[in-house]
Nanobody, 122 residues
Framework: QVQLVESGGGLVQPGGSLRLSCVAS????????MDWYRQAPGKQRELVAS???????NYADSVKGRFTISRDNAKETVYLQMNSLKPEDTAVYYC????????????????WGQGTQVTVSS
């Protein structure tokens, strides 16, 4: 079964930090480019950060300088380190990929995790 599983969300005060993880199920042999999205109540899902297989990164303007995306290819895991959190960062955070490898076969699609809730509040 192909799964991406996020964890690490929670309740944090403004100015605090959280580290999200996205782990690929054992059926996935290799992840390609990965994204973190978020969706706040009543708003559209938005792209927060992206990372290529080589480690090149891109960020939404709203999180530049505060969030860092990284990956551990040996563990097929992607991280989102979130610092200086603000109430407007409150959302469900999802990891996503448009392609992945199972064995020697490349699968293209739209693969999402179940999401992890991040709440920034005093």
């Amino acid at each position: 079964q192909v799964q991406l599983v996020e964890s690490g969300g929670g309740l944090v005060q403004p100015g605090g930090s959280l580290r999200l993880s996205c782990v690929a199920s054992s059926s996935i042999s290799r992840l390609n480019a990965m994204d973190w999205y978020r969706q706040a109540p009543g708003k559209q899902r938005e792209l927060v950060a992206s990372i290529t297989t080589g480690g090149s990164t891109n960020y939404a303007d709203s999180v530049k300088g505060r969030f860092t995306i990284s990956r551990d290819n040996a563990k097929e895991t992607v991280y989102l380190q979130m610092n200086s959190l603000k109430p407007e960062d409150t959302a469900v955070y999802y990891c996503n990929t448009k392609s992945l490898w199972i064995g020697i076969k490349l699968y293209q699609g739209d693969y999402w995790g179940q999401g992890t809730q991040v709440t920034v509040s005093s």
